[in-house]
């Protein structure tokens, strides 16, 4: 648009992802302009964020949370709100040159394809875009001519790795996990976990979706099938590598068999200003690796796929595809908050969704990667949903 400052939405403002966009950007004044922001209901949060970074657009999902900020904005000119289920769809196409999109969960897919449809480039958080509607986003991506920068640290360091490459094929994706708070565990071990014992990660801070998914492994899955989707390779073709320092954070061989990598110490802030910045990288307050202590021994292992079996079914649903992986995502997500509420057992989390998928095919609803729609999403999403909750409930035909 040819500004000397980036105009920047954030969709998610309040989040772990977001805050800490908010950070990198308050460290470079003259690079961004914040123009939107947005929540789900952290009211208090966001009315702090509007008044140091001064945006002229706000959307807030939750009608209630909306109105109390509407009141704490009373008298104050030039800040446009949006409220309602639709407000974060909305403010996503508002003028601007990057909307960063750090929703969890599903409902951060029909922002990103307005975004997209406005033209707008996509700094991307929210992996459940591409699990769910990942044929649906890259060709909207495609039609419009714009980019999509990752944000997660590992497609950041294969999109990092790839630079320069001239397009030379990838023979392959090495993508590392930690391993999360579990990795060694048994399976019997694994059942009597809590969501206190499931949210202290060895190595990043994250919001409580995301960091239980990296317990059950669930988040290397989705991360597989986004890598798939970003950098177009078949999904046989991305090797996952247990990684437990977390200093690797993921890798690209070659046909010559060549690997590049990108490591670094693991902070956000850094895969955040890359996507933000891009092409250009920008002065970052984290710390550089400590080759002679934390980094002085790197190791690699093979992820345990009949411990951590969400892994393997998030494989399985890709390489199914068209709804299925829609299915996996959405049973995945109220799970994970049936366990946050210790309504369900830590591993009743990978066997529900196992039967969820298994049920699919039945369901009336299955599409094809040929058949699939935005409506054929969204349904089979709903539907995986309510079987999920019906099952946990011990409903279960």
């Given at each position: ?126 992996k459940e875009t591409l699990v769910a509607g990942g ?210 057992g830590f591993t009743d989390i990978q066997e529900i ?45």
């Open positions: 648009m040819g500004r000397d400052m980036k105009q920047v939405i954030i969709l998610g403002s309040t989040g772990s992802i977001g805050t800490q966009a908010l950070e990198v950007i308050r460290d470079n004044p003259s690079m961004f302009s914040v123009v939107g922001l947005s929540c789900g209901s952290k009211i208090e949060k966001i009315y702090e964020q509007i008044q140091e970074f001064k945006p002229s657009i706000v959307a807030v999902s939750d009608y209630e949370a909306g109105m109390r900020l509407k009141k704490l904005l009373a008298g104050s000119t030039g800040v446009k709100l949006l409220i309602g289920e639709d407000a974060q769809r909305d403010i996503a196409k508002e003028d601007c040159d990057i909307v960063l999109n750090s929703l969890m969960g599903m409902r951060g897919l029909l922002p990103t394809l307005a975004a997209i449809d406005a033209g707008h480039d996509i700094a991307l958080a929210n044929a649906l986003v890259m060709a909207a991506v495609k039609n419009n001519g714009i980019k999509l920068l990752p944000v997660d640290s590992e497609h950041s360091a294969i999109f990092q790795s790839l630079q320069g490459n001239n397009g030379n094929p990838i023979k392959k994706i090495l993508l590392t996990a930690s391993g999360g708070p579990f990795r060694g565990y048994s399976l019997e071990k694994l059942k009597g976990v809590t969501p206190e014992d499931a949210l202290k990660h060895p190595n990043w801070t994250m919001g409580q979706k995301i960091t239980i998914d990296s317990a059950t492994m669930m988040n290397k899955g989705l991360e597989v099938i986004e890598a798939k989707w970003l950098f177009d390779v078949d999904i046989d073709d991305i090797e996952v590598l247990v990684h437990p320092q977390s200093i690797l954070h993921s890798a690209v061989e070659f046909h010559d068999t060549a690997v590049i990598g990108q490591m670094g110490t693991p902070d956000m802030k850094v895969p955040i200003s890359y996507a933000l910045g891009y092409p250009n990288r920008i002065n970052s307050d984290a710390m550089s690796i400590d080759f002679f202590g934390r980094a002085s021994n790197l190791t690699f292992e093979k992820p345990d796929l009949n411990v951590f079996k969400c892994l393997a079914l998030a494989i399985d649903s890709s390489k199914r595809g068209g709804t299925y992986p829609a299915v996996m995502n959405g049973a995945n997500e109220v799970l994970v908050d049936l366990f946050l509420k210790k309504a369900i969704i196992e039967k969820v998928i298994n049920l699919h095919a039945e369901s009336g609803l299955l599409a094809s990667e040929e058949e699939l729609t935005l409506e054929k999403v969204l349904s089979a999403d709903k539907w995986a949903r309510e079987q999920a909750v019906e099952i946990a409930k011990g409903g279960e035909k």
